[in-house]
């Protein structure tokens, strides 16, 4: 009975954490006012600051270990 029990609950259980895992992608924190940000987006909605590394010319994302920007081309700087 207690087996029987588990096994139903226990793959359940898995299932109901994947699905908030893969639905609810980590929120990002803004910097500047807290707020939360859940879309992937490069700027804060809220005040407009930058939440990830962006492209000074054409305002894109971009990755840290970039030297160029795939959108636009230019150079990016590194601090
Ligand atoms: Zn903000
Ligand atoms: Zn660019």
Known sequence: MMWTLLSIFIPNGIGII?????RDP?????????????????FCPACGAALANTCPACHRAVEPGWSHCTSCGAELKHA
């Open 26 to 42: 980590l929120p990002q924190v803004c910097p500047k006012c807290g707020v939360t940000v859940r879309s992937k987006g490069a």
């Open 18 to 22: 994947l699905y908030f895992i893969l």
